[in-house]
């Protein structure tokens, strides 16, 4: 079946970095687009950044353009979120989503000011 396994959420200070992956398995992983969504306190999912099967075509929402940076490894079936520049409207817990509207258990994402 398919599993997704986030890491990589943490505290950082604002304007900081960091890096989210999601392992994937239990699927062709190279068949599959993958996104992340995220999710804050009192508020609705939202998605984040889209990445094609081949990691060629990246999608971003607004509020992250600029700033975050998805891509993929097909050879690890890995997927990650690169994020600078974080502010305080984007702590949340971050998902990776993939086929058959499949969620991982999300990474905490914390930013202090």
């Known amino acids: 079946q398919v599993q997704l396994v986030e890491s990589g959420g943490g505290l950082v200070q604002a304007g900081g970095s960091l890096r989210l992956s999601c392992a994937a398995s239990g699927f062709p992983f190279t068949d599959y687009a993958m996104n992340w969504y995220r999710q804050a306190p009192g508020k609705e999912r939202e998605w984040v950044a889209f990445?094609?099967?081949?990691?060629?075509?990246?999608n971003y929402a607004g509020s992250v353009e600029g700033r975050f940076t998805i891509s993929r490894d097909n050879a690890k079936n890995m997927v990650y979120l690169q994020m600078t520049y974080l502010n305080p409207e984007d702590p949340a817990v971050y998902y990776c989503?993939?086929?058959?509207?499949?969620w991982g258990q999300g990474t905490q994402v914390t930013v202090s000011s």
């Open positions: 989503v993939g086929p058959y509207d499949s």
């Open positions: 990445v094609g099967g081949s990691g060629g075509h990246t």
